[in-house]
Nanobody, 115 residues
Framework: QVQIVESGGGLVQPGGSLRLSCAAS????????MGWYRQAPGKQRELVAA???????VYADSVKGRFTISRDHTKNTVYLQMNSLKPEDTAVYYC?????????WGKGTLVTVSS
């Protein structure tokens, strides 16, 4: 059974940092490019960052220079290091393949940036 589990969200002050983790089942991880997505209240879900199996990355313009996506093949885990967080980064963050598969969406992890 395919499984993707996100963790690491929480409440952080503006300017702070968080690291999100995404544990994916081995079959997914070894084959697909992986992405982090987010959905803010009242907005559509959007791609934040993605990484191929070879390590190439892409970022949304809004997070370039602040967020870093990485993957650890030995742990079947994808990370999103988020620095210099802003209130507009507040959202539920999801991990999925890139492009996403509808049957792989998990519950996500909530990130709240507020003073």
């Amino acid at each position: 059974q395919v499984q993707i589990v996100e963790s690491g969200g929480g409440l952080v002050q503006p300017g702070g940092s968080l690291r999100l983790s995404c544990a994916a089942s081995g079959t997914i991880f070894s084959i697909y490019a992986m992405g982090w997505y987010r959905q803010a209240p009242g907005k559509q879900r959007e791609l934040v960052a993605a990484i191929t199996s070879g390590g190439s990355t892409v970022y949304a313009d809004s997070v370039k220079g602040r967020f870093t996506i990485s993957r650890d093949h030995t742990k079947n885990t994808v990370y999103l290091q988020m620095n210099s967080l802003k209130p507009e980064d507040t959202a539920v963050y999801y991990c999925n393949t890139w492009p996403p598969r509808i049957d792989y969406w998990g519950k996500g992890t909530l990130v709240t940036v507020s003073s």
